[in-house]
């Protein structure tokens, strides 16, 4: 059997230019292609040909590789470095050029708002080939780990603690250096404890400027390394991360828009979601859909006062479970009269608004009444007898539970895995992101920007048949 050999010292008459490193239906071609087709104005970058100085690295340029790199797995500027030096995609992408990792890093910090529209300017072009119609939309979060580390978190308890103990083990070194001083000898030690009482001093420092910044803000806790992240809870435990959000077009499961917010849940965004998208769209759309997290009244009423169709269960409908003999929902509302009639026939009164949670309080008169009620005991164990707490906006919740029911609701509710969790789906697994990479708020939205654009680009090549398919698309 005979075998093939390598020769690197094969001399060719006609060398290959960059151009023929890579296959015409090559990925890497549809990525080059999207990135000409954005508007940099748009994208917040200005160019200026006749910027005096030493020649930047054009913009589309440094995008394409941020890009095509994030699709890639290879966030790293670093990585992104070595791979415009060894990797035949990106050196054809890159047209040769080999920036060092400091001026991607540097191009990525400073163009963080541009990155961050690039997923409005991917769905926008979207919408013109045709591909998103804006209108069913699907919204969904996802935990994705911050930059930074959950020991670095900070409480007032935790760092008032600290503060004391640093103060204690300073004392300690101050009377161990008199006691050296004393005793002329041990010269080595004496330095070492000097040493230690400055990083006491400077960590004392650093703890009373995040004590000062919780009070000014008054925020319950702040991570001394990204001051933006919050504590999140995934399944890997709790962890210093952000919320990522994502709300998604019915036709193709294409992004619509992309968000992160510093939350360690979902129930004040539902609203902001949808209104974000719409913009996108340049349009309101018919329905808006998500699963229970997002299931705060106050925030479904926004939108559903828009004319918008709200299709988002309620706690007690996403367990699918039925209410207990004495729940509040066994209790009648009477409207006209403005009191709950409980299962016994005894009527319970408005008493008085819980302003801290907006809840209207409904009470027996005579608590004599349910304390001699056989169902005492099971219905209520408070002496004052059986409470009733309702809903501002009841009727609201009342009309979205009633409207998650219906037929047509159930239909687009059953859409609702398969559309949205699918790209963080591709997201965490297949782009490999564990966690962001860049701190701070604006950092996080711009990277959660790129990982939907990625996904937006692989899910257009699906549809439109392949790479040529794509560009074809483009360049109608």
Same mark, same amino acid.
């Given at each position: 059997?005979?075998y093939r050999?390598g020769?690197r010292? !094969?001399?060719?008459?006609f060398? !290959?230019?960059?151009?023929e490193?890579?296959?015409?239906?090559d990925?890497?071609?549809?990525?080059?292609?999207?990135? %000409?087709?954005?508007?940099?104005? /748009?994208?917040g970058?200005?160019?200026?040909e006749n910027?005096?100085g030493?020649?930047?690295?054009y913009?589309?340029?440094?995008?394409?590789?941020?890009?095509?790199?994030?699709?890639?797995?290879t966030?790293?500027?670093r990585k992104?470095?070595?791979? #415009?030096?060894?990797?035949?995609?990106?050196?054809?992408?890159?047209?040769g050029?080999?920036?060092?990792?400091?001026?991607?890093a %540097?191009?990525?910090?400073n163009?963080?708002k541009?990155?961050?529209?690039? +997923?409005?300017?991917c769905a926008?072009?979207?919408?013109?080939?045709g591909?998103?119609?804006?209108n069913?939309?699907?919204?969904?979060?996802?935990?994705?780990?911050?930059?930074?580390s959950?020991?670095?978190?900070?409480?007032?308890?935790?760092?008032?603690?600290?503060?004391?103990?640093?103060d204690?083990?300073?004392?300690?070194i101050?009377d161990?250096?008199?006691? +050296?001083?004393?005793?002329?000898?041990n010269?080595a030690s004496?330095?070492?404890?000097? /040493?230690?009482?400055?990083?006491?001093?400077?960590?004392k420092?650093?703890? /009373?400027?995040?004590?000062?910044?919780?009070?000014?803000?008054?925020?319950?806790?702040?991570?001394?390394?990204d001051?933006?992240?919050?504590? *999140?809870?995934?399944?890997?435990?709790?962890?210093?991360?952000?919320?990522?959000h994502?709300?998604?077009?019915?036709?193709?499961?294409?992004? *619509?828009?992309s968000?992160?917010?510093a939350?360690?849940?979902?129930?004040?965004?539902?609203?902001?979601?949808i209104?974000?998208a719409?913009d996108?769209?340049?349009k309101?759309c018919n329905?808006?859909?998500?699963?229970?997290?997002?299931?705060?009244?106050?925030?479904?009423?926004?939108?559903?006062?828009?004319?918008?169709?709200?299709?988002?269960?309620?706690?007690?409908?996403?367990?699918?479970?039925e209410?207990?003999?004495?729940?509040?929902?066994?209790?009648?509302y009477?409207?006209?009269?403005d #009191?709950?009639?409980?299962?016994?026939?005894?009527?319970?009164?408005?008493?008085?608004?819980? =302003?801290?949670?907006? =809840?209207?309080?409904y009470q027996?008169?005579?608590?004599?009444?349910?304390?001699?009620?056989?169902?005492y005991g099971?219905?209520?164990?408070?002496?004052?007898?059986?409470?009733?707490?309702?809903?501002?906006?009841?009727?609201?919740?009342?009309?979205?539970?009633?409207?998650?029911k219906?037929e047509?609701s159930q239909a687009?509710?059953?859409?609702?895995k398969?559309?949205?969790?699918h790209?963080?789906? =591709?997201?965490?697994?297949?782009?490999g *992101?564990?966690s962001?990479?860049?701190?701070r708020?604006?950092g996080?939205?711009?990277?959660m920007?790129?990982?939907?654009s990625?996904?937006?680009?692989?899910?257009?090549?699906?549809? #439109?048949?392949? *790479?040529?398919?794509?560009?074809a698309?483009?360049?109608t």
């Open positions: 059997m005979a050999y020769d010292l !094969q001399m060719t008459m060398p !290959q230019s960059i151009e490193y890579v296959a015409q239906d990925l890497v071609r549809a990525f080059d292609a999207f990135v %000409e087709a954005l508007n940099l104005k /748009e994208l970058i200005e160019i200026d910027k005096e030493n020649p930047e690295y913009p589309k340029a440094m995008l394409k590789l941020i890009l095509y790199g994030c699709s890639y797995g966030r790293s500027s992104l470095e070595r791979a #415009c030096h060894h990797n035949v995609s990106f050196i054809w992408l890159m047209g050029l080999k920036p060092d990792y400091k001026t991607i %540097e191009f990525r910090k163009n963080k541009a990155l961050k529209n690039i +997923i409005k300017q926008r072009l979207c919408i013109k080939l591909l998103i119609e804006g069913t939309l699907f919204v969904d979060g996802s935990k994705i780990r911050a930059n930074a959950i020991n670095n978190t900070f409480t007032k308890e935790r760092a008032e603690k600290l503060l004391k103990n640093i204690g083990r300073i004392e300690q101050l161990e250096c008199d006691a +050296i001083d004393e005793k002329e000898q010269n004496l330095v070492k404890l000097n /040493e230690e009482l400055k990083d006491k001093e400077v960590l420092s650093k703890i /009373e400027d995040i004590v000062k910044e919780l009070k000014s803000e008054e925020k319950k806790s702040i991570n001394s390394t001051k933006d992240c919050v504590k *999140v809870k995934g399944r890997q435990g709790a962890h210093a991360g952000y919320n990522g994502i709300v998604v077009d019915e036709k193709h499961g294409l992004i *619509v828009n968000d992160v917010v939350e360690s849940n979902d129930f004040n965004q539902f609203a902001n979601q209104e974000q719409n996108v769209l340049g309101k329905n808006a859909c998500a699963d229970a997290g997002f299931a705060d009244t106050d925030e479904l009423k926004k939108i559903d006062e828009q004319g918008i169709t709200v299709i988002v269960p309620s706690q007690k409908q996403a367990y699918d479970t209410p207990d003999e004495y729940d509040k929902e066994r209790f009648k009477d409207a006209d009269n #009191c709950y009639i409980c299962p016994q026939g005894q009527i319970l009164k408005y008493s008085f608004i819980d =302003h801290e949670k907006n =809840h209207r309080i027996i008169t005579d608590k004599s009444i349910c304390l001699a009620c056989k169902s099971a219905c209520t164990k408070a002496k004052a007898g059986r409470r009733i707490r309702r809903l501002s906006n009841e009727e609201t919740k009342l009309k979205l539970e009633k409207q998650y219906t047509s687009i509710y059953k859409l609702r398969e559309k949205v969790e790209p963080f789906g =591709h997201i965490k697994r297949n782009l *992101v564990t962001f990479l860049l701190r708020i604006d996080v939205k711009a990277e920007s790129l990982f939907s990625c996904f937006n680009i692989l899910r257009m090549l699906t549809i #439109c048949c392949g *790479v040529k398919g794509f560009i698309k483009l360049s």
